[in-house]
């Protein structure tokens, strides 16, 4: 598995992957928006605000996800690659670029709280969904790296500041980005 930055033109594809495992997880939210309304989103909201990364098996992609400064945005794998570690992958590439994260997801989808709990998030808020455009019970999480963690992060980020990483050459890792 090869983990990279993604570039504009393979947002179609990150849509592609985060409709795919929407509506897996969530298929009583099925249709809420169209396939070009995704590629929109992806294209004009979520690449100009994060830092996009997709996991790749070969030339195929099977995971993605987009985070900002505190902020997880989108993590979504395929759902025939769950439970290989793909997420667990795309979610160290956050968790080394920042010392503190948090992000939403849906209390009904059971699957991604335990993900994210699994992997040292803390519950700290649940909503009756008012505020979010599926008016879904939603539930915030949170990640505080430890000193450890801490440490690696700066070791990191001293190699290749995270600001103005898009007129840069990304990061590409080959296997577990721990190795």
């Known amino acids: 598995m090869t983990l990279r930055r993604l570039e504009l033109a393979e947002m179609d594809a990150a849509a592609r992957i985060h409709r795919a495992a929407f509506d897996q997880a969530l298929p009583w939210l099925m249709g809420l928006h169209t396939h070009d309304e995704d590629r929109w989103f992806f294209r004009e909201s979520v690449f100009r605000a994060c830092e996009v990364w997709g996991a790749f098996d070969d030339a195929a992609m099977s995971g993605m996800i987009a985070f900002r400064e505190g902020w997880i945005e989108q993590l979504y794998v395929l759902p025939a690659a ?58 915030l999480y949170r990640w505080t790296a430890d000193r450890r963690e801490e440490e ?28």
Do not use: M
């Open 82 to 139: 769950q439970g290989h570690g793909v997420g667990t992958r795309l979610l160290r590439v956050a968790r080394r670029a920042f010392a503190s994260l948090q992000l939403w997801t849906f209390q009904r989808n059971a699957q991604a709280g335990g993900f994210y709990q699994s992997h040292g998030f803390v519950l700290v808020e649940q909503t009756d969904g008012a505020r979010n455009e599926e008016k879904e019970p939603d539930a």
């Open 152 to 179: 690696r992060r700066l070791e990191i980020s001293a190699c290749q500041p995270l600001a103005d990483r898009r007129d840069r050459p990304y990061f590409a890792f080959n296997g577990d980005v721990d190795a």
